[in-house]
Every structure is written in structure tokens, then in C-alpha cells.
């Protein structure tokens, strides 16, 4: 693709985002989380400034990475159409619901329904913060249904795309396939009964997935970066 000066600056700003996606993927791998062994302790995480930090890098985790996405499709659209377009289009549902998400999170269950429960007068007020609570874990979860969901088959597509390029592409398609098809056997044993691929997923995911993806993140900026600097050769030897 050739690329319009204009946009040069928009490309430099994605593969900066990919940068930070892969800080906030490896912050909210290896972070630990707080330990809780009962409804107690987890009411008292509105107070809990390490969850809180979790939940807000994870509200900024999908914008930076979806920018980082549209990067990438604004150098393969023409290319490779369908999956870019298919592919964008399962992102941004996995990047909205994942802000919803959190935002659900952060706001109604850290602000309003833990400390009310906390800080209930009487037992009937008790009762219903604790109804709201349990509640809460219910509606994120149906978020989680749609963020593995979206995110799979994104970076699926996504995959499918760059697997046809040369080089640097080509490993970070081979990986996003492996990666959509990881989050998509989530899906099935989550939400399809799929019991029998906990095993292989469970592994993948703490032996793979955890520092492949913020090495994919990384890879995917270097990548827009080199294709920038592609085409300023390019337009050099042609002028």
C-alpha cells in the first residue's frame, strides 16, 4: 500500500499504541492479584488499590491495542479486504465490550455496591448490596462471553492476513492464528461445555500465550514502523 503522507504520523501514533499494548498485556499477566477467600475479602476490594489498578489498565489495555489494529488494517485493507474488514469489525466488538466491561467494574461494583454493602446499616440493605454484587459477576461474564469471542475471531482474521506476508508478517500472522485459535477454544469449554480442551488450553496459556502475546504486541509496532520506512524508500526511488 502506498502510504499518503498525512497518514504517516496516525501509523507512527498505532505502533506507539502496539508499545504500550504490550506494557499493559505483560502488567496485566504477571501483576499479581489480591488473594480473597471468601465474600468478605471481595467486598473489600473497592479498597484494594492493586485491583483497582488492574481494572483501569484493563480499560486502557483494548484502546491502545484496537489504535494498534487499525494501523495494521490501514496498511493491508486493499491487500487483503475480507479478513481485514471481517477482522476489524470482531476487534472492535471485543475493544467496546472489554471499556463496558470494565467500566461496569470500576464504576458500579468498586464506587456504589461494595462500599454500600460495607457500609450497610441494617440487614435487609445488607441483602441487596449483596444481591447487586453477585449480580455483577453475571452481566461481566456475559461481557467476557463476547470479549473472547470477538477478540478470537479478530485476531483470527487478522492472521489470516498477515500469514500471506513476507518475513516479520508472516510470524506475527502465524501467531495471531495460533492466538485466535486459543481464545476460541476458551469460548467452546467456557460457554459450549468444550470440558475436554481444558488441559491444552490451561498449558497454552501459561506457558504460551502469557509471553507470546506481549511479544506479538511488540512485533506488530516494528512491523508498522518497517512498512512505514518501506514506503519512504520507495517513494524515494521513484522520485
Keep these: 500500500m502506498e502510504i499518503n503522507k498525512k497518514f504517516d504520523p496516525f501509523l507512527k501514533a498505532t505502533a506507539i499504541c502496539s508499545f504500550l499494548g504490550a506494557l499493559t498485556t505483560a502488567l496485566l499477566i504477571f501483576l499479581p492479584n489480591p488473594e480473597t477467600s471468601d465474600f468478605e475479602t471481595r467486598a473489600a476490594l473497592y ?47 471485543w475493544a467496546y465490550t ?6 461496569l467494574l470500576i464504576d458500579t461494583l468498586n464506587q456504589m455496591w461494595r462500599p454500600g454493602y460495607v457500609g450497610a446499616s441494617d440487614e435487609a440493605s445488607q441483602a441487596m448490596y449483596r444481591t447487586l454484587i453477585e449480580t455483577a459477576g453475571g452481566i461481566s461474564d456475559s461481557k467476557y462471553f463476547l470479549v473472547i469471542y470477538g477478540f478470537g475471531l479478530g485476531s483470527l482474521f487478522y492472521g489470516l492476513a498477515l500469514v500471506r506476508e513476507e ?14 485459535v486459543l481464545s476460541l477454544s476458551s469460548f467452546l469449554r467456557y460457554y459450549l461445555g468444550a470440558t475436554s480442551l481444558n488441559g491444552i488450553v490451561n498449558w497454552s496459556y501459561q506457558w504460551i500465550y502469557s509471553y507470546l502475546q ?21 517513494a524515494q526511488s521513484s522520485s
Excluded at 472489554?98 to 467500566?103: F, I, T, W
Design 167 to 180: 518475513g516479520l508478517g508472516k510470524w506475527i500472522g502465524i501467531a495471531l492464528l495460533f492466538i485466535g
Design 98 to 103: 472489554e471499556m463496558s466491561q470494565q467500566a
Design 214 to 234: 506481549p511479544l506479538v504486541r511488540i512485533a506488530i509496532g516494528i512491523w508498522i514502523l518497517r512498512e512505514i520506512s518501506k514506503w519512504k524508500v520507495a
Design 47 to 93: 479498597d484494594n488499590n492493586l485491583h483497582l489498578s488492574k481494572l483501569w489498565i484493563l480499560f486502557l489495555h483494548p484502546q491502545v491495542n484496537i489504535f494498534a489494529s487499525i494501523g495494521v488494517a490501514c496498511l493491508l485493507l486493499k491487500k487483503y479486504p475480507l479478513q481485514v474488514i471481517f477482522g476489524t469489525f470482531f476487534l472492535l466488538v
